[in-house]
């Protein structure tokens, strides 16, 4: 069945530091989201992504969709304690249902 | 957020117990969904329902029973669970059925002994 695959499953920062998440899915993607979640909450949805090869911007938030809609990316600039929490993607085939990826877990180091 | 509300937010039950999941979601939504979320792995996706009808069983075992009387409430039956079951549950709502933004609940974190 279609998969899509989120790496690295965590990364740990200095705050100030950029993060970056990828998702990969095994097969073409209608769309995909975006969401967060935060220690012991659960999860808000930040963004979707429609169009090959599309690029959003949410302050110090940076997504992207791929050429081939089979991957995406979420980047954060200089990283701030309110920005710790898991970041998971969710994409669609064109079928009903969300494919999640595990999440990454973005740690800020003392 | 008050959006989407699940009670109760915490639940230590024995295998031989019996307990419900309650959600409600005051969004005026069509889709409801119940999902369980495990550590480090993906969110699980086990029951949907549009308009009050079930459209998704992701093969959830039957000691899971959902309920949706109305497109606000959603509940989930629970019966002789294992300790494996043991995980946080959420529910969510969206406008329709589909690959929409869906709106989630605060969870259930169920403990069984």
């Known amino acids: 069945g279609q998969q899509v695959m989120q790496i690295p499953q965590y990364q740990h920062v200095q705050e100030g530091e950029d993060f970056t998440t990828y998702c990969n899915s095994s097969t073409t993607l209608s769309n995909i989201q975006w969401y967060k979640q935060r220690p012991g909450g659960h999860p808000v949805f930040l963004i979707q992504?429609?169009?090959s090869g599309e690029v959003k911007k949410q302050k110090r938030l940076t997504f992207q969709f791929g050429e081939a809609k089979k991957n995406s990316s979420l980047h954060i600039t200089a990283t701030q304690t309110t920005d710790v929490g898991t970041y998971f993607c969710a994409g669609s085939d064109g079928n009903y249902q969300l494919i999640w990826g595990a999440g990454t877990k973005l740690i800020i180091k003392p | 957020e008050t959006g989407v509300t699940q009670t109760p937010r915490h639940l230590v039950m024995g295998m031989t117990n019996k307990k419900s999941l309650k959600c409600e979601q005051h969004l005026g939504h069509n889709a409801m969904y119940w999902y369980k979320q495990s550590a480090k792995k993906p969110l699980e996706l086990m029951f949907v329902?549009?308009?009050?009808?079930?459209?998704e069983n992701n093969s959830v075992p039957s000691r899971f029973s959902p309920e949706c009387p109305n497109s606000s409430h959603l509940f989930l039956h629970l019966h002789t669970l294992q300790p494996e079951d043991s995980a946080l549950y959420l529910c969510?709502?969206?406008?329709?059925?589909?690959?929409?933004?869906?709106?989630f609940g605060p969870g259930t974190r169920l403990t069984v002994l």
């Open positions: 969510a709502s969206s406008p329709r059925w589909g690959p929409n933004e869906q709106f």
């Open positions: 992504l429609v169009k």
């Open positions: 329902y549009n308009f009050k009808e079930q459209t």
